[in-house]
Protein backbone atom coordinates (compact mmCIF):
# COMPACT_ATOMS: atom_id res chain seq x y z
CA UNK A 1 0.00 0.00 0.00
CA UNK A 2 3.38 2.28 -0.72
CA UNK A 3 1.36 4.40 -2.99
CA UNK A 4 -1.71 4.98 -0.21
CA UNK A 5 0.12 7.16 2.59
CA UNK A 6 -1.96 7.49 5.40
CA UNK A 7 -2.01 11.21 6.95
CA UNK A 8 -2.89 12.66 10.44
CA UNK A 9 -4.67 15.76 9.69
CA UNK A 10 -5.44 18.75 12.20
CA UNK A 11 -8.00 17.25 13.92
CA UNK A 12 -6.58 14.19 15.24
CA UNK A 13 -8.19 12.02 12.30
CA UNK A 14 -6.84 10.52 9.46
CA UNK A 15 -6.89 10.82 5.93
CA UNK A 16 -5.04 8.62 2.87
CA UNK A 17 -2.97 10.18 -0.09
CA UNK A 18 -4.07 8.60 -3.51
CA UNK A 19 -0.62 8.36 -5.83
CA UNK A 20 -3.60 7.29 -8.66
CA UNK A 21 -5.00 10.70 -8.10
CA UNK A 22 -2.29 12.38 -6.99
CA UNK A 23 -4.25 13.69 -4.28
CA UNK A 24 -5.31 13.32 -0.48
CA UNK A 25 -8.71 12.42 0.23
CA UNK A 26 -9.65 14.93 2.51
CA UNK A 27 -8.35 18.76 3.69
CA UNK A 28 -5.26 18.52 6.20
CA UNK A 29 -7.53 20.80 8.14
CA UNK A 30 -9.49 18.20 9.41
CA UNK A 31 -10.81 14.83 7.50
CA UNK A 32 -13.47 14.14 10.25
CA UNK A 33 -14.33 17.83 10.78
CA UNK A 34 -14.64 18.07 6.97
CA UNK A 35 -16.58 14.98 6.38
CA UNK A 36 -18.90 16.65 9.30
CA UNK A 37 -19.28 20.07 8.46
CA UNK A 38 -19.54 19.21 4.20
CA UNK A 39 -22.06 15.90 4.41
CA UNK A 40 -23.42 15.45 7.56
CA UNK A 41 -24.55 19.27 8.17
CA UNK A 42 -24.28 20.40 4.29
CA UNK A 43 -27.02 18.16 3.78
CA UNK A 44 -28.91 19.16 6.82
CA UNK A 45 -29.13 15.30 8.16
CA UNK A 46 -30.69 16.66 11.71
CA UNK A 47 -33.57 17.88 9.89
CA UNK A 48 -34.29 14.82 8.35
CA UNK A 49 -33.81 13.14 11.66
CA UNK A 50 -36.47 15.68 13.31
CA UNK A 51 -38.75 15.28 10.45
CA UNK A 52 -38.68 11.78 10.95
CA UNK A 53 -38.10 11.21 7.44
CA UNK A 54 -36.28 8.39 5.51
CA UNK A 55 -32.49 8.51 4.47
CA UNK A 56 -31.10 7.27 1.20
CA UNK A 57 -27.75 8.67 1.01
CA UNK A 58 -25.28 8.35 -2.49
CA UNK A 59 -21.54 9.21 -1.59
CA UNK A 60 -19.71 9.99 -4.55
CA UNK A 61 -16.03 8.50 -3.30
CA UNK A 62 -16.25 5.78 -0.74
CA UNK A 63 -12.58 6.22 -0.37
CA UNK A 64 -11.52 6.05 3.10
CA UNK A 65 -14.83 5.43 4.36
CA UNK A 66 -14.95 8.28 6.77
CA UNK A 67 -18.09 9.49 5.25
CA UNK A 68 -19.92 6.32 6.04
CA UNK A 69 -18.72 6.25 9.72
CA UNK A 70 -19.16 10.19 10.65
CA UNK A 71 -22.51 9.41 9.36
CA UNK A 72 -23.33 6.26 11.62
CA UNK A 73 -22.00 7.97 14.58
CA UNK A 74 -24.05 10.77 14.19
CA UNK A 75 -27.33 9.35 13.47
CA UNK A 76 -26.74 6.10 15.82
CA UNK A 77 -29.70 4.01 15.59
CA UNK A 78 -31.70 6.12 13.23
CA UNK A 79 -31.77 4.03 9.69
CA UNK A 80 -30.65 4.93 7.26
CA UNK A 81 -29.20 3.47 3.45
CA UNK A 82 -25.83 4.63 2.32
CA UNK A 83 -24.75 3.84 -1.55
CA UNK A 84 -21.39 4.68 -2.45
CA UNK A 85 -18.87 4.05 -5.71
CA UNK A 86 -15.16 3.62 -5.56
CA UNK A 87 -12.89 3.12 -8.56
CA UNK A 88 -10.23 1.70 -6.33
CA UNK A 89 -10.41 -1.38 -4.82
CA UNK A 90 -7.50 -0.84 -2.95
CA UNK A 91 -9.63 2.07 -1.24
CA UNK A 92 -12.28 -0.24 -0.18
CA UNK A 93 -9.69 -2.70 1.37
CA UNK A 94 -7.93 0.52 3.49
CA UNK A 95 -11.53 1.13 4.55
CA UNK A 96 -11.83 -2.14 5.73
CA UNK A 97 -8.60 -2.45 7.63
CA UNK A 98 -9.31 1.13 9.21
CA UNK A 99 -12.81 0.42 10.63
CA UNK A 100 -12.08 -3.43 10.76
CA UNK A 101 -14.63 -3.31 14.05
CA UNK A 102 -17.18 -2.23 12.14
CA UNK A 103 -16.93 -2.44 8.99
CA UNK A 104 -17.51 -6.01 7.83
CA UNK A 105 -18.02 -5.71 3.71
CA UNK A 106 -19.54 -8.83 1.60
CA UNK A 107 -18.34 -9.08 -1.81
CA UNK A 108 -21.60 -10.22 -3.17
CA UNK A 109 -20.90 -10.20 -6.88
CA UNK A 110 -17.70 -8.58 -9.08
CA UNK A 111 -19.01 -5.19 -8.46
CA UNK A 112 -20.75 -4.69 -5.63
CA UNK A 113 -19.75 -4.61 -1.69
CA UNK A 114 -22.22 -4.54 1.29
CA UNK A 115 -22.76 -4.57 4.60
CA UNK A 116 -25.42 -4.11 7.11
CA UNK A 117 -24.69 -2.38 10.02
CA UNK A 118 -26.38 -1.80 13.43
CA UNK A 119 -29.29 0.06 11.59
CA UNK A 120 -27.78 0.82 8.52
CA UNK A 121 -27.57 -0.58 4.88
CA UNK A 122 -24.08 0.16 2.91
CA UNK A 123 -23.34 -0.91 -0.70
CA UNK A 124 -20.57 -0.19 -2.38
CA UNK A 125 -20.57 -0.34 -6.59
CA UNK A 126 -16.78 -1.19 -6.93
CA UNK A 127 -15.95 0.26 -10.61
CA UNK A 128 -16.07 3.60 -12.84
CA UNK A 129 -19.05 4.79 -11.43
CA UNK A 130 -20.15 7.18 -14.68
CA UNK A 131 -20.96 3.68 -15.62
CA UNK A 132 -21.80 1.66 -12.78
CA UNK A 133 -24.20 4.20 -11.00
CA UNK A 134 -26.28 4.70 -14.57
CA UNK A 135 -26.40 0.51 -14.27
CA UNK A 136 -27.24 0.35 -10.64
CA UNK A 137 -30.70 3.12 -11.04
CA UNK A 138 -31.84 1.27 -13.71
CA UNK A 139 -31.62 -2.26 -12.09
CA UNK A 140 -33.00 -0.91 -8.50
CA UNK A 141 -35.41 1.61 -6.93
CA UNK A 142 -33.04 3.69 -5.13
CA UNK A 143 -33.70 7.35 -5.36
CA UNK A 144 -31.61 9.09 -3.12
CA UNK A 145 -32.46 12.01 -1.05
CA UNK A 146 -29.15 13.35 0.33
CA UNK A 147 -26.17 13.38 -2.04
CA UNK A 148 -22.50 13.53 -0.80
CA UNK A 149 -20.68 14.57 -4.07
CA UNK A 150 -17.10 14.00 -2.60
CA UNK A 151 -15.19 12.68 -5.98
CA UNK A 152 -11.43 14.33 -5.76
CA UNK A 153 -10.98 17.53 -7.40
CA UNK A 154 -12.64 18.86 -10.77
CA UNK A 155 -8.94 19.46 -12.10
CA UNK A 156 -8.00 15.46 -11.20
CA UNK A 157 -11.24 14.14 -10.83
CA UNK A 158 -13.01 15.62 -13.94
CA UNK A 159 -15.36 13.61 -14.97
CA UNK A 160 -17.04 13.20 -12.20
CA UNK A 161 -18.17 16.73 -12.02
CA UNK A 162 -19.26 17.28 -15.80
CA UNK A 163 -22.97 18.08 -16.57
CA UNK A 164 -24.02 14.50 -17.62
CA UNK A 165 -22.84 13.44 -14.30
CA UNK A 166 -25.10 15.76 -12.27
CA UNK A 167 -27.94 14.90 -15.05
CA UNK A 168 -27.82 11.45 -13.70
CA UNK A 169 -27.82 12.71 -10.10
CA UNK A 170 -30.46 14.84 -10.85
CA UNK A 171 -32.75 12.56 -12.96
CA UNK A 172 -32.72 9.95 -10.10
CA UNK A 173 -32.61 11.70 -6.97
CA UNK A 174 -35.90 12.94 -4.77
CA UNK A 175 -37.70 16.03 -5.71
CA UNK A 176 -36.15 17.58 -2.17
CA UNK A 177 -32.88 16.44 -2.69
CA UNK A 178 -30.31 17.61 -1.09
CA UNK A 179 -26.37 17.68 -2.25
CA UNK A 180 -23.40 19.25 -0.95
CA UNK A 181 -20.23 19.51 -2.04
CA UNK A 182 -16.75 21.18 -0.45
CA UNK A 183 -16.25 22.65 -4.15
CA UNK A 184 -17.34 25.75 -4.87
CA UNK A 185 -15.91 26.64 -8.31
CA UNK A 186 -17.40 28.51 -10.84
CA UNK A 187 -17.29 25.69 -13.34
CA UNK A 188 -19.01 23.12 -11.33
CA UNK A 189 -21.34 25.74 -10.44
CA UNK A 190 -22.26 26.36 -13.96
CA UNK A 191 -22.65 21.73 -14.72
CA UNK A 192 -25.03 21.71 -11.61
CA UNK A 193 -26.78 24.85 -12.86
CA UNK A 194 -27.09 23.22 -16.26
CA UNK A 195 -28.29 19.98 -14.73
CA UNK A 196 -30.89 21.53 -13.24
CA UNK A 197 -29.95 21.58 -9.39
CA UNK A 198 -30.64 24.95 -7.29
CA UNK A 199 -27.66 26.13 -6.13
CA UNK A 200 -27.00 28.23 -2.26
CA UNK A 201 -24.05 28.86 -0.63
CA UNK A 202 -22.44 26.23 1.67
CA UNK A 203 -20.65 26.16 4.87
CA UNK A 204 -16.83 27.49 5.10
CA UNK A 205 -14.48 24.76 6.17
CA UNK A 206 -10.38 24.95 6.48
CA UNK A 207 -8.76 27.33 4.12
CA UNK A 208 -11.58 27.44 1.35
CA UNK A 209 -13.62 30.59 0.84
CA UNK A 210 -16.95 28.51 0.54
CA UNK A 211 -18.51 25.34 -0.37
CA UNK A 212 -21.88 24.40 -2.59
CA UNK A 213 -25.21 23.24 -1.32
CA UNK A 214 -27.85 22.01 -3.81
CA UNK A 215 -31.57 21.82 -1.70
CA UNK A 216 -33.83 21.62 -4.57
CA UNK A 217 -36.60 22.59 -1.99
CA UNK A 218 -34.88 26.50 -2.08
CA UNK A 219 -33.98 28.75 -5.18
CA UNK A 220 -30.62 29.68 -6.68
CA UNK A 221 -28.89 32.56 -4.25
CA UNK A 222 -28.70 36.01 -6.43
CA UNK A 223 -25.40 36.42 -5.44
CA UNK A 224 -24.11 32.89 -6.71
CA UNK A 225 -26.47 33.68 -10.27
CA UNK A 226 -24.35 37.26 -10.54
CA UNK A 227 -21.27 35.81 -9.66
CA UNK A 228 -21.81 32.81 -12.57
CA UNK A 229 -22.97 35.39 -14.91
CA UNK A 230 -19.80 37.73 -14.76
CA UNK A 231 -17.31 34.51 -14.78
CA UNK A 232 -16.02 33.60 -17.92
CA UNK A 233 -15.05 29.75 -16.35
CA UNK A 234 -16.96 27.10 -18.95
CA UNK A 235 -19.04 24.36 -17.48
CA UNK A 236 -17.48 21.03 -17.34
CA UNK A 237 -19.01 18.51 -20.40
CA UNK A 238 -15.76 15.80 -20.91
CA UNK A 239 -17.61 13.02 -20.72
CA UNK A 240 -15.52 9.63 -21.53
CA UNK A 241 -13.81 8.43 -18.12
CA UNK A 242 -9.93 8.22 -18.16
CA UNK A 243 -9.25 4.23 -18.20
CA UNK A 244 -6.84 4.09 -15.05
CA UNK A 245 -4.05 1.56 -14.58
CA UNK A 246 -5.79 0.10 -11.24
C1 LIG B 1 -12.06 12.51 -2.16
S1 LIG B 1 -12.07 10.76 -2.19
C2 LIG B 1 -13.53 10.33 -1.28
C3 LIG B 1 -13.35 10.41 0.20
C4 LIG B 1 -14.39 9.63 0.96
N1 LIG B 1 -15.71 10.17 0.82
C5 LIG B 1 -13.99 9.42 2.40
O1 LIG B 1 -14.83 9.68 3.28
O2 LIG B 1 -12.87 9.00 2.63
C6 LIG B 1 -12.65 10.41 -3.84
C7 LIG B 1 -12.78 8.94 -4.14
O3 LIG B 1 -13.41 8.77 -5.41
C8 LIG B 1 -12.85 7.66 -6.07
N2 LIG B 1 -13.09 7.81 -7.51
C9 LIG B 1 -12.44 8.58 -8.41
N3 LIG B 1 -12.94 8.43 -9.64
C10 LIG B 1 -13.95 7.53 -9.55
C11 LIG B 1 -14.87 6.97 -10.49
N4 LIG B 1 -14.85 7.27 -11.77
N5 LIG B 1 -15.78 6.09 -10.03
C12 LIG B 1 -15.84 5.76 -8.71
N6 LIG B 1 -14.99 6.26 -7.78
C13 LIG B 1 -14.06 7.14 -8.18
C14 LIG B 1 -11.37 7.73 -5.69
O4 LIG B 1 -10.70 6.50 -5.84
C15 LIG B 1 -11.44 8.18 -4.23
O5 LIG B 1 -11.42 7.11 -3.33
Known amino acids: MENYKKIKTSDGSYTYYSALFDENCHSTSGAKNETYTHYVLGCKLDRKVVQKKPINILEVGFGTGLGFITTLEYLGKYPFNFLSVEIDE????????????????????????????????????????TKTLNKYFKENKYKPNTIY???????????????????????NATDDCIMSTYSSSSSIRKSMLAAGWTLQEGI?????????????????????????????????????AKDYKL
Do not use: H, V
Not at 94 to 110: G, H, N, Y
Not at 216 to 230: F, P, S
Open 149 to 171: QDAFSPKRNPYLWTTSWFKLLKE
Open 90 to 129: KMIQIAQKEFSQLLKLEKICAYIYKAKIQNASLTILLGDA
Open 204 to 240: KFGSKRSSTRSDLCLATEDTILEKLKRSGAPELTIKI
